[in-house]
């Protein structure tokens, strides 16, 4: 069965830190992963990684996919508390399926 | 710009009562529309897809059903509501099949009494 693993299901931090989260899966088929970021309502999209080994940047988020150990990282840096908000992970396949993680629940204090 | 609209925000409906929930698309013209259903710590699960007018796919065995009687259109709908179906409904659009990111409504939260 496909899976999308997230970790941690939860991370508090202090603003100014650094964080990383995983998201590692298992899919038939692999084609793509996504990352998305749920505030209150609306997830919006964050990256599209299809390549291994290519970071993609925003700002002060960044994201790398490893096809071989089936694993994608979304690093934070220098963390403010509008970023605050549940990250989502999601993987597409080939045959257009695609598989939500449950998500990272991160919270900064000020 | 396209844009995605999703109403009602919350709902809040007896077990066994109909339920109607829409979403329109602006901006656009063919789009690719998706309901999913985000349950607390479930993640988002996909419930319908739809590639045109009266073309649904639906990914899981429900009590909900979908039509898109317009392009832009996409209602999610049930003859009778079970305690089950509460939760966070979000409505998506893309331009592609789903190689495309999907782009979310503000959702709907249904609590069932």
């Known amino acids: 069965e496909d899976k999308v693993v997230q970790s941690p299901l939860s991370l508090v931090v202090h603003e100014g830190d650094t964080v990383t989260l995983n998201c590692s899966y298992e899919?038939?088929?692999?084609?793509?992963l996504l990352w998305y970021k749920q505030e209150k309502k609306a997830p919006t999209f964050l990256f599209m990684l299809?390549?291994?080994?290519i970071e993609k940047k925003s700002g002060r988020l960044s994201s790398i996919l490893d096809k071989k150990e089936l694993f994608s990282i979304l690093n934070i840096t220098a963390t403010q508390t509008g970023d605050s908000a549940i990250y989502l992970c999601?993987?597409?396949?080939?045959?257009?399926?695609?598989?939500f993680g449950k998500g990272t629940r991160l919270h900064i204090l000020p | 710009s396209q844009t995605i609209h999703q109403w009602p925000a919350t709902l809040v409906q007896p077990v066994g009562s109909p339920l109607s929930l829409e979403c329109t698309v602006e901006?656009?013209?063919?789009?690719?529309l998706y309901w999913y259903r985000q349950a607390a710590g479930r993640g988002l699960q996909l419930l319908f897809y739809?590639?045109?007018?009266?073309?649904i796919s639906s990914e899981v065995p429900q009590n909900l059903s979908a039509s898109r009687p317009q392009d832009r259109q996409f209602i999610l709908s049930s003859k009778k509501l079970l305690l089950s179906d509460s939760g966070f409904y979000l409505c998506?659009?893309?331009?592609?099949?789903?190689?495309?990111?999907?782009?979310f409504g503000d959702g709907t939260r249904l609590s069932i009494l």
């Open positions: 998506a659009w893309s331009m592609g099949r789903f190689s495309q990111p999907q782009h």
């Open positions: 899919v038939t088929n692999f084609r793509s």
């Open positions: 299809t390549s291994s080994g």
């Open positions: 999601a993987a597409l396949n080939r045959d257009d399926k695609i598989i």
């Open positions: 901006g656009t013209s063919n789009p690719n």
């Open positions: 739809s590639i045109g007018i009266d073309q």
